[in-house]
């Protein structure tokens, strides 16, 4: 962003120091038709060169893509803000050319000129808020493409010295802190190939902007100037046990058509998870989204809803979903994307993170509407889909049997009684090495309950077999004598190999359960 402009030239080239010539980089290179004239004298780029040079993260190959944008971008930065005749505009098609800020209302060539460029993508701030907070300038730098062209969607980082002066909207000033402020955003830029842009699509949290500037601001103030924000002062609990927060929210459905999400709506019918995560067109975000939406039916089955949620507009959602997967896009998934752009619903949920987007939060919610179960993890990790289905179906065995899962259960296998005993019995079975031990119901239709009895020369056999009774279930590790097995069933014991007597007892203790 140029904080510059020499009124007495007003006509003329670029400087060396406005090109980046003087750093021994071109990183922008707009001509002025000879008989034009720049808009209020020529700009001069010096002092934002200077912060975008020092601060930069990479420095992008010559003639790389992420370069070709940088300089397209800088240039039509130059011709939008300081060039004032649109039919003397030549990084546009102005015939089509389009801008939109955070999934708004697009505008015209013309709209945006008469409007000003600063002002459509600066949305609600204040054009003279970079002006004064960043006298040094406003540097930006492209840090990822993610597709095209000509559809290319990067992701962008401005930069810059808060070491001037902020006035909040309590009207109190705030002396710079000297910090460096970085805010990061998403563009989806159409071109041509000649390399006009014929549509701009910026996505970025202008909180993000302004939220460094108020470090003097009471969290009172920080709330009315962002409704739903946590307070990072504040301590937040996850609402596990507790109802799930509603809310109402845009969202592009699993048609991909635009609809509202009502969250409360699926309580009495369904489970529901809810999968936050940070931002569409980022990078581990799509490998979660493509993992649930492969997994899909595997919930549906369980009569489980998946929203995922970020605070992407709906807009961003849909050019998502439009984007094909070889490109870093989503393509069409099974499931709805919730359009969060107020951040209330990550506030509510407690994952509203400092870099302004949602943590990867995952929660189940039970048909009841409480929240069951909640993970969340930092931005770089992703979830695993596994632990989820795990969990849910750890969830849906609990409240159809009233037993309780331990560590690493998984559907099949033996819970526990939520009694002393069992969990004793549990413990020495698994941490000990002895499997003398009395657990609880499997998870198999029939809710057998298990007894494992090994065949020891010391194993006090009645003991067992008592137990065994009480439990009205068998599962023999290793087959006994036979009179004792006879005893315990009262019927002929075939001489089989040891695996073929465990299962023809294992039948035999089911079909007694049947009559019985």
């Known amino acids: ?73 800088n240039n039509w930065e130059v011709e939008s803000h300081h060039v004032h005749d649109i039919n003397e505009w030549k990084s546009m098609d102005i015939a089509v050319f389009k801008a939109s800020l955070n999934g708004g209302c697009p505008c015209s060539a013309q709209s945006m000129a008469d409007f000003g460029a600063y002002n459509l993508l600066l949305g609600d701030v204040d054009g003279s808020t970079v002006t004064k907070a960043f006298p040094e300038g406003f540097a930006w730098e492209v ?3 993610h597709s095209g062209p000509p559809n290319v969607s990067f992701k962008w980082r401005h930069f810059g010295v808060f070491c001037g002066q902020y006035t909040d909207p309590a009207g109190s000033e705030h002396a710079g802190t000297g910090k460096l402020i970085s805010v ?16 701009l699509e910026v996505y970025y949290d202008p909180w993000d902007l302004t939220r460094p ?12 100037t962002a409704p739903g924000r946590v307070d990072e002062n504040e301590l937040v609990r996850l609402p596990v046990q507790l109802g799930a927060p509603d809310f109402v929210a845009e969202a592009v459905l699993a048609n991909g058509q635009i609809g509202e999400i009502k969250l409360s709506k699926f309580q009495g019918q369904k489970y529901v998870i809810l999968l936050f995560y940070p931002l569409d067109f980022t990078f581990v975000c799509p490998s979660e989204i493509l993992a649930f939406d492969d997994r899909y039916k595997e919930f549906r089955k369980r009569k489980a809803e998946i929203i995922g949620i970020s605070i992407d507009s709906k ?51 039970d048909k009841a509407g409480t929240v069951r179960h909640a993970l969340v993890n930092d931005l770089p990790l992703g979830r695993s889909v596994d632990e989820a289905i795990r969990v849910l179906d750890a969830l849906q065995f609990n409240e159809g049997s009233g037993n309780v899962c331990p560590c690493n259960w998984t559907k099949g296998q033996t819970a526990l009684l939520p009694n002393m005993a069992s969990v004793a019995s549990y413990l020495k079975q698994n941490f000990d090495g002895s499997k003398d ?17 090994p065949w020891k020369q010391d194993t006090d056999i009645n003991s067992l077999l008592s ?18 097995l006879k005893e315990w069933e009262g019927d002929d014991i075939p001489k089989l190999p040891n695996e073929q007597r465990r299962s023809w007892l294992s039948g035999s203790c089911r ?5 019985e």
């Open 1 to 73: 962003m140029s904080l510059e402009n020499n009124p007495n030239e007003e006509q003329g080239p670029l400087s060396d120091e406005s090109t980046g010539a003087d750093h021994g980089e071109i990183i922008r290179d707009y001509e002025l038709a000879p008989d034009s004239t720049w808009r209020a004298g020529k700009p001069n780029y010096a002092k934002v060169n200077k912060v975008y040079f020092a601060g930069r993260t990479t420095k992008h190959t010559e003639g790389s893509l992420e370069q070709v944008v940088t300089k397209l971008l």
């Open 143 to 145: 840090l990822e493409i």
């Open 184 to 199: 990061f955003g998403t563009t989806i830029v159409t071109i041509s190939p000649a390399l006009q842009i014929s549509s």
């Open 213 to 224: 500037l108020m470090d003097g601001l009471t969290p009172d103030a920080r709330a009315l």
């Open 315 to 365: 807009f961003t959602h849909q050019a998502w979903r439009k984007t094909a997967r070889a490109d870093g896009g989503i393509g069409q998934i099974q499931f709805p994307l919730v359009s969060d752009v107020k951040k209330a619903i990550a506030a509510d949920y407690g994952i509203l993170c400092d870099a302004g987007v949602a943590l990867r939060g995952l929660f189940i919610i």
């Open 437 to 453: 031990v009395l657990i609880g119901p499997s998870a198999s239709p029939t809710k057998e309950i298990i007894v494992n009895l």
């Open 467 to 484: 137990r065994a009774r009480e439990a009205n279930a068998l599962n023999v590790d290793e087959s006994g004598p036979a009179d004792v």
């Open 511 to 515: 079909r007694r359960q049947a009559a």
